[in-house]
Structures are given as C-alpha cells and as structure tokens.
C-alpha cells in the first residue's frame, strides 16, 4: 500500500469554523489530490498539486483552500465550515512517468460532519 | 469534458456465481481507464487500468476488464464472486499524465450465500 495518512480521521465541527485537514505522504510523489465522496455523487476533485506552492482548482473548489509548503504534506482548509461540507474526504497521490499512467493512491479517508 | 457512467448502482449475486459491472466512459481520445474497489470505511483501491496494449486487463483479486473502443466501455468482470468481494466499485477515466481523473458513481456489490 501507498504510504499515505490522513489526520484527523473522524471530526465533528460547527457551522462557521474552520477547519484543516492534512494529508501526509511517503511516496515523495509530485502530485497530490483532495476530493470529497458523497453518496450519488462518487468522488469530486476539490484541488490539486503538481509540485510544492503549485495548487489548482477542481470541480467543487468553492469554500476550500489548500496549501503545500512541502512535498510530503498537502492541507485543505475549509476557511468556515458550512453544512454542506459534511462528506468523506480522500487524499490521493501520483507520479507520472512517460512509460506510466498516473495512477492515483488513496488515503484512508477523513469522515467530516459539519452540525 | 471526460465522464463516466456506471449504470448499476446496487447488485445484488450469489456467492460462486459471476459478475460482470458496467462502465461506459465519454472521452475524445484514447483514455485511460480505471477500477477502484472501496470496502466500507476503507480508503480506493486499484484494482486494474488500462492505457494502452491489450484491452482485456487482468487485475488483483481475479477481477479482469475489457476495454471495447467501438462501445466506449470498460466492463469489470469475474467468473466466481467470493463474499469478501462486497463493496462499492468505481470506474474512472482520466486523459494522462497528471490531469484529473473523473470517477463514476459507484456500484455498490452484495454478495448472498
């Protein structure tokens, strides 16, 4: 298995605060993803990284920042956290190569719920 | 824009019976394609990928795909399903290198005595 962890792994927060999950890697793979999991929806990319300080936006980026200051960590921030944040959210990572996909790795996952 | 469509969201197959999920992927050029399994609580798993060569991929667990470019599919298939295959399967399409990839919706696999 990838070497990929996630903290925390449950959190249970109100409406309005701020929250920072992280995402910490092994790998020294150059690109980092986060993504959020809810049901009827599979997973949907909230940002991603393709090296340190270069982050882009996915397709439900709204009301997350992320940051990577180091190859190994990759933070999302929720700025206020908003009922509707309440999700799974996975990490994954990857490495491209021109002999090789990128296929991504999972984390275990960060349950989320937002009163 | 690449997507993907699992048609399927629950099955229900008995224990040593076969299984075959469904993936239909929209994509303008050659994909790249994915399975991922997720057991309850538990973080994707790959379970196979193809991006070029063969279009029957063999993968863990004895779970095979078939990439059919004419159907714009990429079926997951195994001749005998065991109980602890139970989980939620994803099928995903991405376009190289380090662009996203897009993920279906899940089809989420029981398994009966």
């Known amino acids: 298995d990838a070497g990929i962890t996630q903290s925390p792994r449950h959190k249970v927060t109100e409406t309005g605060t701020p929250v920072t999950l992280r995402c910490h890697q092994t790998?020294?793979?150059?690109?980092m993803y986060w993504y959020r999991q809810d049901p009827g929806h599979g997973l949907r990319l909230i940002h991603y990284?393709?090296?340190?300080?270069?982050?882009d936006k996915g397709e439900v980026s709204d009301g997350y920042s992320v940051s990577r200051s180091k190859t190994e960590d990759f933070l999302l921030t929720l700025e206020s956290a908003t009922s509707s944040q309440t999700s799974v959210y996975f990490c994954a990572i990857s490495e491209w190569s021109s002999v090789s996909t990128d296929t991504q790795y999972f984390g275990p996952g960060t349950r989320l719920t937002v009163l | 824009a690449q997507s993907v469509t699992q048609p399927d969201i629950h099955i229900t197959v008995s224990e040593g019976a076969s299984l075959e999920l469904r993936c239909n992927y929209s994509?303008?050029?050659?994909?790249?394609l994915f399975w991922y399994v997720q057991s309850p609580g538990q973080g994707l798993q790959l379970l196979l990928k193809y991006f070029s060569g063969d279009t029957l991929v063999q993968g863990i667990k004895g779970f095979e795909a078939e990439f059919k470019r004419s159907q714009s599919s990429f079926n997951l298939r195994k001749p005998s399903v065991h109980w602890s295959d139970a989980a939620e399967y994803f099928c995903?399409?991405?376009?190289?290198?380090?662009?996203?990839?897009?993920f279906g919706i899940g089809t989420k696999l029981q398994v009966i005595p």
């Open positions: 995903a399409v991405g376009a190289g290198g380090y662009q996203k990839v897009t």
């Open positions: 990284s393709y090296g340190v300080k270069d982050t």
């Open positions: 994509y303008g050029a050659t994909p790249y």
């Open positions: 790998e020294n793979h150059r690109y």
